[in-house]
C-alpha cells in the first residue's frame, strides 16, 4: 500500500480533489437557493397580475364606437392584464345601460358621456369614467329621396334619435340651437338604432341621429344620405367613455388600472392594425366590411379626455334642463379619474 503521506505531490492531488468537491458543494447551495428565490419572485409577479374575481361588463348594441371593447376581448387584452371579464349586459341605449349601473348589475362599461353625465349629475349611479373611448362618429341622415337639403328643412319633419339625454339628443339639439330652430318645430322622437334604418325607409321617420355604423348602413343600403356628420356639428366633441364603479376604484384601483391598459392597448391596436379591427367590428355588428370600413373613416379613437370639452358638455345638458349642478367646471373634473391614463400617455 502507497503511503500518501511519504508522497507530497500524490496528498496535494487528493486535497485538491477534496476542496474542489467542497467547493462545488458551497456554490450548489446558493445556485438552489437562487433559483427557489427567482421561482418565487416570478410566481409572486403573476399573482399579483392575476384578478380571479369576475368584472362584468356592458357596452352598447352593434356601436362602433365601442371596438376597444370588443378589440380587447378578441384580442385577450383583458386576459393578458390579469383580468377576468364577461360580458354582462349589451344594451341598445346609453340610459339602459346606465340603469344597469344603478342596479349594481355591472362593474364597468363602456357608453356614451351624455348619459353618463345626467346619471351622474341626477344622483341615479356612483361610477367614475377613468378613460375616453372616441371622438366624434355619429350622423344625421335623411332619407334618400327627402327634399331636405339644410338643417332648416327639418322643421316639421320626424327626427329620431337613441333615447333622451343620449349623445345623439345633446347633438341635435346643439345642431338646432346653433341655426336657430325651436325644438318645438321638429318631432323628436326616441328609436333604437336597428330599428332608425327601416322606419326611414317605409317613411315613419324623415330623418335620424346615430351612432355609426348605422349612417353608414342607412348609406350603403341606398336607404338614405347623411346631412351633416357629428365632427361637422361639434368638431372634436367627445362621445364614449369607459365607466367603472366608484367601489371597484375605491376597494380595487389595480384592477382598473389592468382595465385601462387593457383598453389603451385596443386603441393602439385599432389605430395599428384597421384591417384585423375590421373584421372584429364586422363580428360584433353582423355588418358588411365596406359598411364597418366607411363607419370607422368617421370616429376618432383616443383614450385621453379632453376635459376643456366635458366642461361644454356639461354645460349643454344643464342648459337643457337634464341635470342641475352648481359649478360645471368641479363636476366636469370630478367625474373623471385621470391618474391610469395619465401614466399610460406619459410612457
Known amino acids: 500500500m502507497e503511503n500518501i503521506f511519504l508522497k507530497p505531490g500524490k496528498w496535494q492531488k487528493s486535497n485538491l480533489k477534496f476542496k474542489l468537491a467542497r ?48 378589440v380587447a376581448l378578441e384580442q385577450g387584452f383583458f386576459k393578458s392584464e390579469g383580468l377576468n371579464v364577461e360580458v354582462a349586459g349589451v344594451f341598445p341605449s346609453g340610459p339602459e345601460e346606465m340603469s344597469a349601473f344603478a342596479s349594481g348589475d355591472l362593474d364597468v362599461g363602456y357608453v356614451g358621456i351624455s348619459p353618463f353625465i345626467t346619471a351622474r349629475a341626477n344622483g341615479k349611479i356612483q361610477a367614475v369614467a377613468v378613460a375616453q373611448c372616441n371622438a366624434e362618429g355619429s350622423a344625421l341622415v335623411v332619407a334618400k329621396k327627402e327634399p331636405v337639403s339644410s338643417v332648416p328643412d327639418l322643421k316639421g319633419k320626424t327626427v329620431a334619435i337613441p333615447g333622451h339625454a343620449t349623445v345623439q339628443d345633446i ?93 389603451s392597448k385596443a386603441i393602439k391596436f385599432i389605430r395599428e392594425k384597421p384591417e384585423e379591427a375590421i373584421k372584429i367590428g364586422q363580428k360584433y ?51 373623471f379619474y385621470l391618474k391610469f391614463v395619465e401614466q399610460i400617455k406619459q410612457n
Request: aromatic content about 10%.
Open 23 to 70: 467547493s462545488r458543494n458551497y456554490l450548489f447551495v446558493p445556485v438552489i437557493f437562487l433559483t427557489f428565490m427567482l421561482i418565487f419572485f416570478v410566481s409572486s409577479c403573476t399573482k399579483e397580475k392575476s384578478f380571479p374575481e369576475k368584472i362584468r361588463l356592458g357596452y352598447l348594441q352593434s356601436d362602433i364606437h365601442q371596438l376597444p371593447a370588443f
Open 171 to 263: 347633438l341635435l339639439r346643439r345642431l338646432f340651437l346653433n341655426n336657430k330652430i325651436d325644438l318645438k318645430q321638429v318631432n323628436i322622437i326616441v328609436l333604437k338604432p336597428p330599428e332608425m334604418i327601416g322606419a326611414l325607409q317605409t317613411g315613419q321617420i324623415d330623418a335620424f341621429l346615430a351612432w355609426e355604423p348605422y349612417p353608414s348602413k342607412a348609406v350603403g343600403g341606398q336607404i338614405g344620405r347623411v346631412l351633416t356628420r357629428s365632427g361637422q356639428i361639434w368638431p372634436g366633441h367627445p362621445c364614449c367613455v369607459l365607466v367603472v364603479q366608484e367601489k371597484l376604484l375605491k376597494e380595487r384601483p389595480q384592477v382598473v388600472d389592468a382595465l385601462v391598459r387593457a383598453h
Open 285 to 335: 355588428t353582423g355588418m358588411d366590411e365596406e359598411i364597418i370600413q366607411n363607419a370607422l373613416s368617421n370616429v376618432k379613437y383616443d383614450y385621453f379626455p379632453d376635459s376643456v370639452a366635458a366642461e361644454e358638455y356639461v354645460n349643454l345638458i344643464k342648459n337643457l334642463g337634464y341635470i342641475s349642478v352648481q359649478n360645471e367646471k368641479q363636476f366636469a373634473q370630478d367625474m
